[in-house]
């Protein structure tokens, strides 16, 4: 059963791939953004009652899918909210990343390894590199996989969760995905 945030992540995301191409089939509209064709006919239904947006039969077999007005208004109020949200996360793991090493260097530890994947890896040696941490090295990973077992803390900014069986205290978490106000 899926719950209102997922439900409306995927009506953001039908949204957002009707907007690109308002002609798709239902079936193509599903294969793009990765759901059934039943839940993709569900929420067709449900935003057209909502009145996000209009369904206008072309001929017998082909089909466009129109946002209304308040459909457009919806669209963006979503990817304003979105790109808040975005930053918000981008500033908590600065925040983060900038408190767990000037600690961690106070105390003496002068080598780092981080896991990370695609954006968020790159915004943190962004980060790292303006703090100018005198004589620390970083070792960055795409995967816990690639920590060395001698490693004996880990910054992480992550969904992938540690290796079962690892010590809570050898990684730190710099970022909570689902508390936006998360902060060391």
Known sequence: MMNASTLADNEFRLIQELSRRPTHTQRSLSQNIGLSLGTTNL??????????????????????????LKGAVEKTRKSYAYARYTLRIFGQIQDNITLVLRREHGKGRRTFHVVAQDELL???????????????????????????????????ATLEAPPPGAPASAYVSLVDFDNINFRL
């Open 122 to 156: 790159e915004h943190l040696s962004n980060t790292i590199s303006g703090l100018r941490l005198d004589g620390t090295s970083f070792v960055f990973h795409h995967s816990f996989a690639d920590v060395p077992a001698a490693a004996d803390l880990v910054l992480t």
């Open 43 to 68: 929420l067709i239904r449900r935003l057209t009652r909502k009145g996000i947006i209009k369904i206008q039969q072309l001929d017998w077999k082909r089909t466009r899918y129109l946002l209304t």
